[in-house]
């Protein structure tokens, strides 16, 4: 059996040895060495060329940001975040992923956790796909941390108090994305690519716990011209405007009594272990055939989407994307999505969007 290399980094001795511990119970990994600091872990790197890093966010000398930045611009490596539960920990952490960390696992109890092997089988499950996920070379880093900037606005911003009221003109349109594994990254890709006067609302699953993803919602504010909000219970649907699954919720798409598009959400039972699922946000558009329908699935552990991406193109669905294997840091979820015939077209990432525009455009 293959042996796979991790370096282990953190500044804390005592979380080094637990860290370090748990992955050895592993017989597919070995711990080949250990760094206290970002500044370390980028000379060990060049140095070990391991398969795989487990990286703290907060250390001195060099963060886990900067590192990040550093690994991913001169020795492409699968890089799977430690993050905090703090608010500032999840934007860090949303933050990585969007330089190219592979995917992350919450420490359950704060920076030194005396409890982290109640994560043992979720750090073991994701080093295991970590391993084999693509990783690409990122441009050298030119600031110290990732800080977004808004990009110049080609329509005004909605209200969140608008968010829940009727509009004026029925939607008739709407575009549904299911991602995980390698999600924030590949999103970030696509919605910064669209314009704010994009013609149809984006209704978004992406497999990750609570906090995270208004995290996420808000840094993709920060950075594309469409408006990014965490969805809430009985949002309306607006052109221009993108609605991301809370973590720990399911999103439906309803149709109101006087004919607007509404989210639903739900605390219902998690399907194949996921809440929210993608499969549940694409069924819920099945019903809705005066509805012009377009699905996107993209990189991704597992299976989630494929069957309810399936019922969307036996259903009128105007188009069915996957994205391809060749730029898929996971190629789980749009393979599955294909090997179950519900996909008609596969995409390269960067070609998602303007493949989107081209879609909207001939179906006026």
């Known amino acids: 059996m293959q042996r796979y290399t991790v370096m282990v980094v953190d500044d804390s001795a005592f979380m080094r040895k637990i860290i370090t511990d748990l992955i050895s119970e592993d017989p597919a990994f070995e711990v080949i060495g250990t760094a206290k600091n970002g500044e370390e872990a980028v000379k060990k ?14 250390m001195p000398v060099m963060n886990g940001l900067e590192a990040l930045q550093v690994i991913m611009s001169e020795m492409p490596t699968p890089v ?81 108090t608008s968010l829940f009221k009727e509009p004026g003109t029925a939607i008739s349109r709407v ?56 969805a809430e219970h009985d949002m309306v649907l607006i052109e221009g405007t993108v609605y991301i699954a809370p973590g720990g919720q399911h999103m ?50 597992g299976a989630d989407g494929a069957k309810g991406i399936k019922d969307l193109r036996n259903n009128g669905a105007v188009a069915t994307i996957a994205e391809s294997e060749e730029t898929c840091i996971v190629y789980g979820m749009p393979r599955a999505a294909v090997e179950m015939q519900g996909i008609d077209q596969v995409v390269k990432l960067q070609d998602i969007p303007h493949k989107l525009i081209e879609l909207l455009q001939s179906r006026t």
């Open 45 to 58: 790197a060049r140095e070990w060329k391991p398969d795989a890093i487990t990286m703290d966010v907060e």
């Open 80 to 160: 799977l975040m430690l993050s905090s539960l703090t608010d500032e920990g999840a934007r860090e952490t949303i933050a990585a992923l969007a330089q190219g960390a592979v995917d992350f696992v919450r420490k359950p109890s704060g920076s030194i956790s005396l409890d982290l092997y109640k994560v043992k089988d979720i750090l073991l499950d994701k080093l295991k796909t970590a391993v084999k996920a693509k990783v690409n070379k990122i441009p050298s880093p030119t600031v110290k941390s990732p800080v977004p900037t808004n990009k110049q606005r080609t329509h005004p911003r909605t209200t969140v």
């Open 175 to 230: 575009v549904a994305i299911g991602t995980s594994t390698g999600g924030p990254k590949a999103l970030q890709t696509v919605l910064s690519a669209l314009p704010g006067n994009f013609p149809a609302p984006i209704i978004v699953v992406q497999h990750m716990p609570p906090n995270f993803t208004r995290s996420l919602a808000d840094r993709l504010n920060s950075i594309c011209e469409l408006q990014v909000v965490e």
């Open 252 to 301: 439906r798409v309803n149709m109101s009594a006087s004919g607007g598009l509404r989210i639903q959400l739900s605390k219902e039972a998690p399907r194949s272990g996921h809440r929210p699922s993608v499969d549940t946000m694409f069924e819920s558009l099945v019903p809705l055939n005066g509805l012009k329908r377009y699905a996107v699935i993209m990189t991704g552990m």
